[in-house]
């Protein structure tokens, strides 16, 4: 009987709505097999290969924002199309082009296998790609699985040198340890869905429409509260933050700048996705959808202020540059949780659409300012990371002004000064996490950002106002490392400048954005 | 399913042997000790499965686990030569502050988790006594006409049926989605453990700047 039910059901296939992540996941493949038979000379191939998968996927995915008008779900809802994912998906592409260009720098300086690089990237990026995109609980897992073994092997890409390999073997096994929470999530989550008549399930609407007819009530809190533990760890929230350092640190910087930006913003958009739209607002308070909402709606508030006290205070004491961008990493999680907190808290689906963009927007400009700003680290650091204490940075300021004032935009935008990315980005989550009444986290968010200008300001004046003993040439610009600090530059300028036309992008109400203005 | 006859000594003979001999594993000093118990604890878990009516989870549980990460994890241990610890006197937990914490957690863990399930367990028996009857009597029916086993007396589900057809139509993606989480893994474990003068092979890298001037042999010599 059941038997003639699943042959009966159509398995949904529509592979234009995961034509970028197929787009990225056969270039991974031919960018190994370019690897393979290219010669010496011919190395260029798959950076550029990826660049041009990456520019693809991009196309890809703004046309079937723009221009597709069929379906918006596919595979029986394992895939979904809104803007969430969208967005997200546009995150992950800029991200991975400018980790491609920083990397092509220091690929070089070290006689690293670019290749193998690319391909993990790419792949990674896929696995990102279908963590936005996917609609339901195995895809996720699926798609963070595929996104963490990639950034494992990246972060001791250095096999050499002993801090990459203390970096990639704790985030392994920290990482292996938030992946079995995840799962353990998930599988209670299944069982606790299941009604009298029906299996469970792990679809993310599904779940949403069955939460108040669940027969095991608990067992869907005790779910859900391994699933905040698992994502919460993969994007560094305050008390599941403490691999971050090492693992930033040991890992070689320009996989670093890729780890704060994009596996973070991927673990944002399925962690918003899940809870969002499988645990959402209800309208009775009493029910077990209501309850299960409140919880987790607490819980978040009091992890989203956690982090960013943690992330602020203790990157005052750090003394090697890129710790401090790590504690710097954890404090942004926290910000862009406000966010995140409004999106659950909002009630009419315009207002959560408007958080749920704001802090992709959010994502979007901490990834492009701390994108350059590890550019820049990695040029400073010279070949094996050796200079990353602060004090490598005395006095360079007039030695070598391109890199300098460009690393001095980069961390005044992080601060979130007026004009640039980073302060158009904080006024969008404070502004949606105000609107739903989340007055005393925004205090928290500002009187922290107060906290923070301390030590973003210190390495300002170190670079220009300190004296400098030993001698020091200014490390020579590649390229590509000029491109992405070009583009890096002008994206932190027209994000904190005119943010109205990417906002319309990620799918807010043109409204929000004027308001703003 | 209330439990009755050799199913209740089927049940209760496996499940204290997979418990007992998960403790053994996490408590053996001999690594190769913990592996073996740790077969053991798998295999009793796979005779659950079939108690169950999970044939298929049970025969990926042995032949998977057992048959294949198991012997692995031997084949390692036995390669690695883990001697150091089996030797030592030290005590075999860390530190009292560390037990006393972990305790305190997976106590934690398992009251809640005990108490979520039974207190779902009861809600539904309550709740659904009679959709639950209902339920047994149709899945007695269907079993009564299930093809019989090799002994004549168990029934053979068709659980590995519908394992097989939705895994190749309703989870069709997630399936294709695995192969490439394996190809990352492959990909990535070449890379990190292949040598340096393998990696030097591959005609990219020049050998010295790994940090191994000359060839392993030439290298002995310089020592």
């Given amino acids: 009987m059941s038997l003639i039910a699943l042959q009966a059901t159509n398995p949904d296939i529509n592979l234009t709505l995961i034509a970028p992540e197929l787009i990225i996941g056969i270039a991974g493949v031919l960018v190994m097999m370019i690897d393979a038979f290219a010669r010496r000379g011919q190395r260029w191939l798959t950076g550029g290969l990826s660049i041009v998968a990456l520019i693809a996927a ?65 792949f990674a990026t896929c696995g990102m790609m279908l963590m936005a995109s996917a609609g339901d609980l195995v895809i996720v897992f699926l798609g963070l699985e595929i996104l963490s073994i990639a950034t494992y092997v990246m972060a001791g890409f250095r096999r050499t040198d002993v801090r990459s390999n203390e970096s990639s073997l704790k985030y392994f096994i920290l990482g292996s340890f938030a992946s079995a929470f995840l799962l353990y999530g998930i599988a209670l989550i299944y069982g606790a869905t299941a009604t009298a008549t029906l299996p469970g399930t792990t679809n993310i609407a599904t779940i949403a429409g069955r939460l108040n007819h669940s027969l095991y009530p608990p067992l869907l809190l005790a779910g859900a509260a391994m699933l905040l533990v698992g994502f919460g760890f993969k994007i560094a929230t305050a008390p599941f933050h403490v691999w971050t350092p090492d693992v930033y640190e040991g ?112 994502l979007l400009t901490y990834a492009v300012m701390n994108m350059g700003a590890f550019a820049i680290v990695t040029l400073i650091a010279r070949g094996n990371d050796r200079r990353t204490a602060v004090e490598d940075y005395n006095g360079i300021g007039f030695l070598s002004p391109v890199l300098a004032f460009s690393l001095s935009l980069f961390l005044l935008s992080l601060l979130g000064m007026p004009l640039t990315a980073g302060f158009m980005g904080k006024v969008m989550v404070f502004t949606t996490a105000v609107r739903q009444g989340y007055l005393w986290l925004v205090v928290i968010g500002v009187l922290n950002t107060a906290v923070s200008a301390y030590y973003y300001l210190r390495l300002i004046i170190v670079m220009f106002f300190r004296e400098r003993n030993t001698p020091w040439d200014a490390p020579r610009l590649p390229v590509s490392v000029a491109l992405a600090l070009v583009i890096t530059i002008a994206g932190v300028f027209y994000l904190g400048l005119f943010p109205g036309r990417v906002l319309n992008a990620f799918g807010a109400h043109p409204s929000i954005s004027l308001s703003i203005r | ?158 659980q590995t049926e519908s394992v097989g057809m939705s895994l190749f139509t309703n989870a069709s993606l997630p399936f294709e989605i695995a192969s490439l989480l394996l190809l990352v893994a492959i990909v990535g474990s070449v890379m990190l453990a292949r040598t340096l003068k393998q990696e030097a092979a591959a005609d990219d890298v020049d050998s010295e700047v790994l940090g191994q001037a000359p060839p392993a042999e030439t290298g002995t010599d310089n020592i």
């Fill in chain 2, 1 to 158: 399913m209330i439990l009755s006859g050799w199913e209740t000594v089927f049940f209760w003979f496996f499940s204290i042997a997979a418990i007992l001999a998960g403790l053994l594993t996490v408590m053996a000093r001999n690594a190769v000790h913990s592996a073996l118990f740790l077969i053991s604890s798998l295999v009793s878990v796979g005779a659950l499965f079939i108690l169950l009516g999970a044939e298929f989870i049970a025969g990926v549980q042995i032949l998977v686990y057992v048959g294949g990460v198991m012997v692995l994890f031997l084949f390692v241990i036995m390669l690695v030569n883990v001697g150091a610890e089996e030797e030592g006197r030290a005590p075999i937990f860390n530190r009292p502050a560390q037990v006393a914490a972990a305790l305190i957690f997976s106590l934690l863990l398992v009251v809640a988790l005990l108490a979520a399930i039974n207190k779902g367990y009861v809600g539904l028996r309550d709740r659904d006594a009679a959709a639950l009857k209902q339920t047994e009597t149709t899945r007695s029916e269907q079993e009564s006409k299930m093809q019989t086993g090799a002994t004549g007396v168990s029934r053979i589900t068709t």
């Fill in chain 1, 251 to 362: 890992a070689p910087t320009p996989v670093t700048a890729f780890m704060a930006a994009g596996p973070k913003a991927a673990g944002f958009a399925s962690f918003m996705r899940v809870f969002v739209f499988g645990f959402p607002i209800a309208t009775a308070a009493a029910s077990t959808a209501g309850y299960t909402h409140k919880s987790w709606l607490g819980t978040l508030a009091i992890m989203a202020a956690l982090t960013m006290s943690v992330g602020n205070i203790v990157a005052i004491v750090q003394n090697n540059v890129k710790r401090m961008l790590a504690y710097s990493s954890i404090a942004h999680a926290g910000y862009a949780l406000v966010g995140f907190v409004a999106a659950g808290a909002a009630t009419d689906a315009e207002q959560r659409s408007a958080a749920l963009t704001s802090v992709a927007f959010y």
């Fill in chain 1, 58 to 122: 991009g196309g890809a995915s703004i046309w079937l924002g723009a221009g597709w008008r069929g379906a918006r779900s596919a595979f029986n809802g394992m895939i979904v199309l809104d803007d969430l994912r969208l967005s997200f998906t546009l995150i992950f592409v800029v991200v991975s082009i400018l980790t491609i260009l920083i990397a092509a720098a220091w690929i070089d300086i070290e006689k690293l296998p670019a290749g193998e690089f690319h391909a993990l990237l790419l």
